[in-house]
Each structure stands twice: as C-alpha cells, then as structure tokens.
C-alpha cells in the first residue's frame, strides 16, 4: 500500500529521492532537471513538497506543487522509484487534490519530449498539450501539459 503525506523537501529521504530523480532524468534527457526546482521555492505560500512511503515506511516517491499564478499551480519533480505499483497514480492524485484545496483550478507542467513514460503517464491522467511557459519559451525539447481541477 502506498501512502502519500506532506513532507520537507530537505530531509534525508527527500533528498535521496530528489538525486534518484536528477540523475533518471540526466539518463534519459541529458538534463538533470535541477535548474528549474530549488527547494527553497517550497518556502512560498501556496507550495507544497510530498512524498510517497510504502507500508513499512520506506520513501518511494515524490513531488510538489508551487504557485505560478493565483490560479495556476506548476508540477514539480514527480519522482516513482517503480517498487510498488500506483506511486505514480497515488502522488499525482495527493497534488491534485492538495493544489485544488489550495484554490488553484489548473495544474501546468514540463517534461521533455524524450521521457516517454512521463509524456504517457500525464496524458494517460488527463493532461493536455499546451503551448510552452515560462523558461520552456523557445525550447523544443520542452513539452508543456495541463489539467483543469474544476469539476
């Protein structure tokens, strides 16, 4: 059974996971995905930091939301180790739910052409293709999705 909770993006088993993370990412895309998410932007109002356990407590995955606009969350390092089935399923669902709680009514994201598993994963769970945001302008490895939390 998976359980996710809110947590600090700075403690050891964060950290762990945030490097599993950097490093998947640098494999697959060439990038470890670092310099767009500090954990220091988990301090602002309305951000939130969450990791996945499994049932003896073992920290499995992560991820985060931050504030984009009043209305727009951003998805941030969504991370699954892939132990267990449903962390993937488990963290988005917490952060969607948590983001829509905080008053936000869409969650946007980035993710690189070349992580198919990631490009699936969120097409699979509702996201659509938007055009790119923010430092992703002009960067065509970049492909930006988003869901509406209204409804």
Same mark, same amino acid.
């Given at each position: ?14 950290? &762990? ?18 310099? /767009? ?15 996945? @356990?499994?049932?003896?407590? /073992? ?44 008053? !936000? ?6 993710? @690189? &052409?070349?992580? &198919?598993?990631?490009?699936?994963? !969120?097409?699979? /769970? ?6 790119? !945001? ?18």
């Amino acid at each position: 059974m998976v359980t996710v909770e809110k947590s600090d993006p700075l403690s050891p088993d964060s950290c &762990h996971l945030i490097e599993k993370l950097s490093a998947e990412l640098a494999s697959i895309t060439g990038d470890s995905g670092k310099s /767009n998410f500090t954990t220091d932007s988990m301090h602002e109002d309305r951000a939130l930091w969450a990791l996945a @356990r499994d049932s003896r407590g /073992n920290a499995i995955g992560c991820g985060a939301i931050r504030p984009l606009t009043e209305n727009i969350a951003e998805l941030k390092r969504m991370f699954s180790d892939r132990s267990a089935p449903g962390i993937g399923n488990a963290l988005l669902t917490f952060l969607e739910t948590s983001a829509k709680s905080m008053g !936000y009514n869409e969650l946007w994201l980035e993710t @690189r &052409h070349v992580n &198919h598993k990631a490009v699936n994963f !969120y097409k699979k /769970n509702g996201y659509i293709r938007i055009g790119n !945001y923010g430092p992703y302008i002009g960067r065509e490895e970049a492909v930006c999705f988003a869901k509406s939390l209204q409804g």
